[in-house]
């Protein structure tokens, strides 16, 4: 793997889905964890292969370049954005839960 990017979402990936296994959570809900966490790999990835091929096609700026770019990381965001609505809501309640009877 060439791209750092595509390195730190694999780790957080690889984290990430270890937390939703040992989460005391459905299957279902283990699923949508695991399953928003590897929408953003593949994101990634493909963010990865829009820059590399605008980059392969020339190195001088140019604005559809630019927006090629732009776009595939807005994506990237927006992945990332979903994965954490989906944490937060299934994630989280589940982690407090866990954590308030650990201090009971």
């Given at each position: 793997?060439?791209?750092?990017?595509?390195?730190q979402?694999?780790?957080?990936?690889?984290?990430?889905?270890?937390?939703?296994?040992?989460?005391?959570?459905?299957?279902?809900?283990?699923?949508?964890?695991?399953?928003?966490?590897?929408?953003?790999?593949?994101?990634?990835?493909?963010?990865?292969?829009?820059?590399?091929?605008?980059?392969?096609?020339?190195?001088?700026?140019?604005?559809?370049?630019?927006?090629?770019?732009?776009?595939?990381?807005?994506?990237?965001?927006?992945?990332?954005?979903?994965?954490?609505?989906?944490?937060?809501?299934?994630?989280?309640?589940?982690m407090?839960?866990?954590?308030?009877?650990?201090?009971?």
């Amino acid at each position: 793997m060439h791209d750092p990017g595509i390195r730190q979402v694999t780790i957080a990936v690889a984290v990430f889905t270890t937390v939703a296994v040992l989460l005391p959570v459905d299957r279902l809900e283990r699923l949508l964890l695991v399953l928003s966490l590897m929408l953003v790999g593949v994101m990634e990835v493909l963010n990865s292969a829009i820059e590399t091929c605008v980059d392969r096609i020339s190195t001088e700026r140019h604005p559809l370049s630019g927006r090629a770019k732009d776009y595939a990381s807005l994506a990237v965001g927006g992945s990332v954005l979903m994965c954490a609505v989906c944490w937060l809501v299934i994630a989280g309640p589940a982690m407090w839960r866990t954590l308030a009877s650990l201090l009971d």
